[in-house]
């Protein structure tokens, strides 16, 4: 097997590995790295370009894994696109959404290579694309040579999938973005258990330990003690959201806490591309059963949209919890400029609920907790920071210890580390090789080519 990272910068970004398999010729996912604009942005497909593509694997619709497919369908335009059934409804939704915030940046920031692909071009994936129920292999031919694929649940967000690939009784597994414990609105990753001869492994929670204390549920009842406590001592509550998967998830974490009377009764407000997306999940439980979702939850609430004409510095005067993307606060989005409005009073707080890039401002205003200020660049505001500020480990990511075991439990004669930061790559390198010592850890680097 052969096998190359067309993931130019290397780390988490434009997500898309390149393996030759035999006959087939596979590209694994075609994202957009989030800290990169124009065509830096894009996964290097040079070494792919005289190639004919057989197969295209969708794992999961987040950007860095999704954004970059309608370039590469384009150049292989005989490939069909693999990936889970609920993919073929939210796929099309985030790229038609990409569209729309790259033309706005061309505008604003004067990107010209920006939009880097069309509506046309979304329409012309969408049909493209091969649903596949979870755990039900298909054979693909290539002349004489046959490979097997099968689509494994891997939880992390709805519609995230494993891939395993059976070729001459050999097992090779691309681990996707996993999550082993059970969300609020989907079940955790089953990936498949056994012998393997090759792992794609992810190492997003490489370099953090989570302390023996601490879980999903106990995260969970912290997160929801704090928001009350923000609403009885009058503030609003912020908390940012990636649009799918972690908003719909909130929802229903704070529905629940609602019905049980751990939160007061009090104004919900959000907006944009999540809101859009609960939508989608009601359609994707009602046709498949693979997310726990009822869009009634938002009518019950009563969730309104956020006062377009919020200020700088100037406090919201609708009080209440405000769930909005972008989870890491970027620049330009809702959650940004709600922030610019609540962190200078001390009623307030801002919940995060993951992870956030140490170079966004959501990553920034938690890097520095005793700060006395913090400068929102894009709006030109120096804003006293007043109100809380709170993280809680809601990471749609397994631990690192328990993908370690997984790679250990598959016997696998090669691991190949993919979508980590260097020093969590690094601790997983270690940690393999110290357990795995028959086996070959690799942790590629971006653009070269590897024969495992």
């Given at each position: 097997m052969k096998l190359i990272d067309l993931n130019r910068h290397g780390g988490i970004g434009a997500n898309s590995i390149f393996v030759q398999i035999g006959d087939f010729n596979i590209l694994v996912d075609a994202g957009l790295h989030p800290k990169m604009v124009g065509k830096e942005a894009l996964p290097d497909f040079e070494p792919i370009e005289d190639l004919d593509l057989d197969l295209i694997i969708l794992t999961h619709c987040h950007l860095d894994h999704l954004g970059g497919l309608p370039i590469v369908a384009s150049l292989h335009p005989d490939a069909p696109i693999i990936t889970s059934l609920p993919n073929l409804t939210l796929a099309p939704r985030m790229l038609r959404n990409s569209i729309n915030v790259m033309k706005r940046q061309r505008q604003e920031l004067n990107i010209l290579d920006y939009p880097l692909f069309l509506h046309r071009d979304v329409a012309a994936v969408s049909k493209r694309l091969v649903g596949q129920r979870f755990e039900r292999g298909e054979v693909y031919l290539k002349g004489k040579d046959r490979i097997e694929v099968t689509l494994h649940p891997a939880g992390h967000v709805a519609g995230a999938a494993a891939v395993e690939f059976i070729h001459k009784h050999r097992r090779i597994v691309f681990s996707g973005d996993v999550l082993f414990e059970a969300q609020r609105t989907?079940?955790?990753?089953?990936?498949?258990?056994?012998?393997?001869?090759?792992?794609?492994?992810?190492?997003?929670?490489?370099?953090?330990?989570?302390?023996?204390?601490?879980?999903?549920?106990?995260?969970?009842?912290?997160?929801?003690?704090?928001?009350?406590?923000?609403?009885?001592?009058?503030?609003?509550?912020?908390?940012?959201?990636?649009?799918?998967?972690?908003?719909?998830?909130?929802?229903?974490?704070?529905?629940?806490?609602?019905?049980?009377?751990?939160?007061?009764?009090?104004?919900?407000?959000?907006?944009?591309?999540?809101?859009?997306?609960?939508?989608?999940?009601?359609?994707?439980?009602?046709?498949?059963?693979?997310?726990?979702?009822?869009?009634?939850?938002?009518?019950?609430?009563?969730?309104?949209?956020?006062?377009?004409?919020?200020?700088?510095?100037?406090?919201?005067?609708?009080?209440?919890?405000?769930?909005?993307?972008?989870?890491?606060?970027?620049?330009?989005?809702?959650?940004?400029?709600?922030?610019?409005?609540?962190?200078?009073?001390?009623?307030?707080?801002?919940?995060?609920?993951?992870?956030?890039?140490?170079?966004?401002?959501?990553?920034?205003?938690?890097?520095?907790?005793?700060?006395?200020?913090?400068?929102?660049?894009?709006?030109?505001?120096?804003?006293?920071?007043?109100?809380?500020?709170?993280?809680?480990?809601?990471?749609?990511?397994?631990?690192?210890?328990?993908?370690?075991?997984?790679?250990?439990?598959?016997?696998?004669?090669?691991?190949?580390?993919?979508?980590?930061?260097a020093d969590a790559r690094e601790w997983f390198l270690e940690e393999l090789q110290a357990n795995m010592p028959d086996s070959t850890v690799i942790n590629p680097e971006p653009l070269c080519q590897y024969q495992i």
């Open positions: 989907l079940p955790g990753a089953h990936l498949p258990k056994g012998k393997i001869d090759t792992l794609i492994l992810e190492t997003t929670r490489g370099r953090t330990a989570r302390k023996p204390e601490v879980n999903r549920a106990s995260e969970v009842d912290r997160l929801i003690d704090t928001v009350a406590a923000i609403l009885e001592r009058g503030g609003s509550c912020l908390i940012p959201v990636f649009a799918l998967g972690r908003m719909q998830e909130l929802f229903k974490i704070l529905y629940e806490a609602r019905n049980f009377g751990r939160l007061p009764r009090c104004p919900v407000f959000a907006a944009g591309l999540g809101i859009d997306l609960c939508n989608h999940f009601e359609k994707i439980r009602r046709s498949t059963r693979l997310v726990d979702f009822d869009l009634g939850m938002l009518e019950k609430m009563r969730v309104q949209q956020p006062d377009p004409k919020m200020r700088p510095g100037r406090d919201l005067p609708r009080k209440g919890i405000y769930l909005v993307s972008s989870g890491m606060m970027v620049e330009h989005t809702p959650s940004y400029h709600i922030a610019a409005s609540l962190l200078p009073h001390p009623d307030n707080g801002i919940c995060f609920v993951g992870y956030c890039d140490p170079e966004t401002p959501g990553g920034e205003i938690l890097a520095e907790p005793e700060a006395e200020n913090y400068f929102f660049d894009a709006l030109d505001y120096l804003a006293p920071r007043q109100a809380s500020v709170d993280q809680f480990d809601l990471s749609g990511h397994a631990d690192r210890e328990e993908l370690a075991a997984y790679a250990v439990q598959s016997e696998a004669r090669a691991v190949v580390l993919t979508h980590g930061d």
